[in-house]
T-cell receptor, first 116, second 114 residues
């Protein structure tokens, strides 16, 4: 079974609108972290936001927020007020505390296109 | 700024000719990773170093080797590149192996095989 599932290969959003990128995960490890990374067409992978399994509140970083629903095992990324520069591929990733410690499992990514 | 630097940004080599990609970091992180990423796919972990301890993924071909002579530098050697090795190679670091540690990536080296 896939550990990280991103069901949206591509998404479109109008500039200045909000968009949600979906991510579901599968683990039996009680200690885990969920990460979102942005990869523009130039190739560099940029860390955006982190949510820990024990965190009580949803993470936020500027225009990025993480909608963490632990019981449903989902960790959706919300980008508010989309900008043209947000067009990129977005990867959801997980690190487990005890299983495969130190290694990240990546989803297949979602390509986001922001329309002017 | 502290960062992860990969050189070169673009590398062209001939089929079967050895090639070395380099990565350096100023973050003083303990863990360094090498990933292979093919077009529009998720990065695939090749191996990682925790300090001097080398950890190879089970499905990493023998053609791929790595060296970490010190904390700051890590190299990826491809002994006999084949056409299937054309890809983006990403170097990443993390402070340690904890589940709460994000990875910090370099800009990548895009490898082409002629």
């Amino acid at each position: 079974a896939q550990k990280i599932t991103q069901t949206q290969p591509g998404m479109f959003v109008q500039e200045k609108e909000a968009v949600t990128l979906d991510c579901t995960y599968d683990t039996s490890d009680p200690s885990y972290g969920l990460f979102w990374y942005k990869q523009p067409s130039s190739g560099e992978m940029i860390f955006l936001i982190y949510q820990g399994s024990y965190d009580q509140q949803n993470a936020t970083e500027g225009r990025y927020s993480l909608n963490f629903q632990k019981a449903r095992k989902s960790a959706n990324l919300v980008i508010s007020a989309s900008q043209l520069g947000d067009s990129a591929m977005y990867f959801c990733a997980m690190r487990e505390g005890n299983t495969n410690a130190g290694k990240s499992t990546f989803g297949d990514g979602t390509t986001l296109t922001v329309k002017p | 700024d502290a960062m992860v630097i990969q050189n070169p940004r673009y590398q062209v080599t001939q089929f079967g000719k050895p090639v070395t990609l380099s990565c350096s970091q100023t973050l003083n992180h303990n863990v360094m990773y090498w990933y292979q990423q093919k077009s529009s796919q998720a990065p695939k972990l090749l191996f990682h170093y925790y300090d001097k301890d080398f950890n190879n993924e089970a499905d990493t071909p023998d053609n791929f080797q790595s060296r970490r002579p010190n904390t700051s530098f890590c190299f990826l050697d491809i002994r006999s590149p084949g056409l299937g090795d054309a890809a983006m190679y990403l170097c990443a670091t993390s402070r340690d192996m904890g589940f709460n540690q994000p990875q910090h990536f370099g800009d990548g080296t895009r490898l082409s095989i002629l």
